[in-house]
């Protein structure tokens, strides 16, 4: 768009003024709303390479766990012990330490309660708004 000065000695109308300010916000939003969509942009590519790294890393550590656990079996095997009955060995631990890993994690969702207060605050505030005095049984909110 391009910027348009008033002719020397000539008053603008408040008309041409207006029309000028209405033209430059919307220049304004569009300048903004490509600088916004070009930040997305770089951000969304920089989010998807480090989800991708994460992923990657994540990968490698399983590898990582698989090759010590093949050479903690090895090790055990060193004391004598049939190589088939260190792996199981090495099997056993696992799954105990994740039939732990679960118990505790079960005992840590069952305490997950609701929220009472934030729900009962919600329907004294629904009865509040819905003018209705009666159904106010809690009391105050937050009290």
């Known amino acids: 768009m391009a910027h ?18 209405i033209g430059q916000t919307g220049e304004l939003v569009h300048k903004l709303v490509a600088l916004a969509k070009s930040e997305l942009r770089v951000s969304v590519k920089a989010g998807g390479l480090g989800i991708g790294l994460f992923a990657a890393a994540g990968f490698l550590l399983v590898l990582a766990i698989i090759m010590l656990s093949v050479a903690i079996a090895y090790f055990v095997h060193m004391t004598g012990l049939d190589l088939a009955w260190c792996f199981l060995v090495v099997f056993g631990v696992y799954t105990l330490v994740a039939a732990l890993l679960a118990f ?5 969702v069952r305490k997950v309660r609701a929220p009472q207060r934030t729900i009962a605050a919600a329907q004294d505030a629904k009865a509040a708004l819905t003018h209705n005095p009666s159904a106010l049984p809690h009391g105050p909110i937050g009290g």
């Open 4 to 21: 348009r000065d008033p002719v020397v000695g000539e008053e603008p109308t408040i008309g041409k003024l207006v029309s000028d300010a």
């Open 104 to 108: 505790l994690g079960y005992r840590s």
